[in-house]
């Protein structure tokens, strides 16, 4: 069964390091999110492409995170510098556009430490 | 604003008990509303929509607009309910985004 793949699945880095994130999700599916969830809280949108555009990312911090989906497959999140407080699981997930019913695809995510 | 609430941080049972999640919402207009389950070491996944109407694994949800509720219910647990439970809505225009609650831990004891 097709899933979305994530990586790395765990990073540790020190502030000020830049970090990247990589997703790549189910075949077809032409759009896709990324998510943050803080331990004990829920996912929370960062960006929303649909194929290589960006459709959201009001809740992008830009002065440092950012993110491309250059030929509308996989996608890239990147933070550069890290900060204490960007330590989470970054979430992957995509979506298939016929018949969309509000079923998202989550890959497995990427948990970050920042120390 | 558009938010999904979801008051108890953990719900703990018996096997055999009755279950119920709590969730809220704010939204203007017609509401969309899923739970999305999370078992340990699995990935993120839907559980039920609220526009099925459907039962799944003997769990119901009734959307309440009168109270802005779509508690996610259960009348007997198994310990293999035992997972994070996120209340979700989709939020308005036509992203399709999916705006979450902080999660309810349900452990079913033996």
């Known amino acids: 069964e097709a899933e979305v793949a994530q990586s790395p699945r765990y990073k540790i880095t020190e502030k000020s390091q830049a970090v990247a994130f990589w997703c790549d999700p189910i075949?077809?599916?032409?759009?896709l999110y990324w998510y943050r969830q803080i331990l004990g809280q829920g996912p929370e949108l960062l960006v929303q492409f649909q194929d290589e555009s960006v459709v959201d990312d009001s809740q992008l911090p830009k002065d440092r995170f950012s993110a491309e989906r250059l030929k509308g497959v996989d996608s890239t999140l990147k933070i550069q510098p890290a900060e204490l407080g960007d330590s989470a699981m970054y979430l992957c997930?995509?979506?298939?556009?016929?018949?969309?019913?509000?079923?998202?695809?989550f890959g497995e995510g990427s948990r970050l430490t920042v120390l | 604003a558009q938010r999904v609430t979801q008051p108890e941080k953990l719900l703990s049972v018996f096997k055999g008990a009755p279950v119920e999640l709590k969730c809220n919402y704010s939204?203007?207009?017609?509401?969309?509303l899923f739970w999305y389950v999370q078992y340990s070491r699995q990935r993120l996944q839907l559980l039920l929509r609220h526009i099925s109407r459907e039962s799944i694994k003997g769990f119901t949800a009734d959307l309440n607009k009168g109270e802005t509720s779509f508690h996610l219910k259960k009348p007997f647990a198994q310990e293999e309910d035992s997972a994070m439970y996120y209340c979700a809505l989709k939020g308005s225009g036509n992203t399709g985004k999916l705006i979450f609650g902080q999660g309810t831990t349900l452990q079913v004891k033996p």
């Open positions: 997930a995509s979506r298939s556009d016929r018949g969309y019913t509000g079923e998202l695809f």
């Open positions: 075949s077809g599916h032409a759009t």
């Open positions: 939204y203007s207009g017609s509401p969309e």
